[in-house]
């Protein structure tokens, strides 16, 4: 099935860092969205961009996050500053549109905030 | 706000055998798509079957169907002849209609551990 790509797969930093995580999305895609998992629990949904601009974000989408998507490369999601609650793993996901249209997922990025 | 329970932490069964797992939600749109993703030991997420509101029959993928029950807000997969590699975190997802406000985000329940054992 169609494949999203993320890199890196883990990524270790020190509290106050910034950190880009970056995601290709299946290439005829046109949502994309961000969502976190902390280790054991479900994921939650943190943001979605189309067509260059954030529709939506939750509470967890914090002021020091922002996501972008320069040229339609990598759809990215920059953590400045990180803190320790940030340490989890962040999936990305695209879709061709909405409606009932499932979301593909990528592998993760495991972020580890020291 | 949508919410979406899944109240089994995990189950266990024989391979060959079928196994049902819960999944209840709560959402005031009156129309909305409901899924069911696993995600593989390695994290990998991967979607498996979806139900669309408006649909009274129940949908079928290979060896995974749902248990729609609309009045009871449910929506549960079934899983027949299961393999040892099927063994996986089970997650019940849903969002809202593509009308109005709703972006397409998903809202998660906790997930179901699924161990099949030969």
């Known amino acids: 099935g169609p494949k999203v790509l993320q890199i890196p797969s883990h990524q270790i930093i020190d509290m106050g860092q910034m950190v880009t995580l970056n995601c290709d999305p299946v290439?005829?895609?046109?949502?994309f969205y961000w969502y976190k998992q902390i280790l054991g629990q479900q994921m939650e949904f943190l943001v979605n961009?189309?067509?260059?601009?954030?529709?939506?974000k939750s509470k967890l989408f914090k002021d020091q996050f922002s996501v972008e998507r320069p040229d339609g490369s990598y759809f990215t999601l920059k953590i400045q500053p990180t803190a320790l609650e940030d340490s989890a793993v962040y999936f990305c996901?695209?879709?061709?549109?909405?409606?009932?249209?499932?979301?593909?997922f990528g592998p993760g990025t495991r972020l580890t905030v020291l | 706000a949508q919410k979406v329970t899944q109240t089994q932490t995990s189950i266990s069964v024989m391979e060959k055998t079928t196994v049902t797992m819960d999944c209840v939600y709560e959402?005031?749109?009156?129309?909305?798509?409901l899924f069911w993703y696993k995600q593989t030991a390695s994290g990998e997420i991967v979607f498996l079957i979806r139900?669309?509101?408006?649909?009274?029959e129940n949908a079928t993928e290979g060896h995974y169907s749902l248990n729609f029950q609309k009045p009871k807000s449910s929506i549960g997969l079934i899983i027949t002849a299961t393999q040892i590699e099927d063994s996986a975190v089970y997650f019940c997802?849903?969002?809202?209609?593509?009308?109005?406000?709703?972006?397409?985000?998903?809202?998660f329940g906790h997930g179901t551990i699924l161990r099949v054992h030969p």
């Open positions: 997802a849903m969002r809202g209609s593509n009308t109005g406000a709703n972006t397409g985000k998903l809202t």
């Open positions: 139900q669309d509101s408006y649909k009274k």
């Open positions: 959402t005031r749109d009156s129309s909305y798509f």
């Open positions: 996901a695209s879709s061709p549109g909405l409606g009932g249209l499932e979301q593909y």
């Open positions: 961009f189309y067509n260059g601009k954030v529709m939506e």
């Open positions: 290439s005829n895609h046109l949502y």
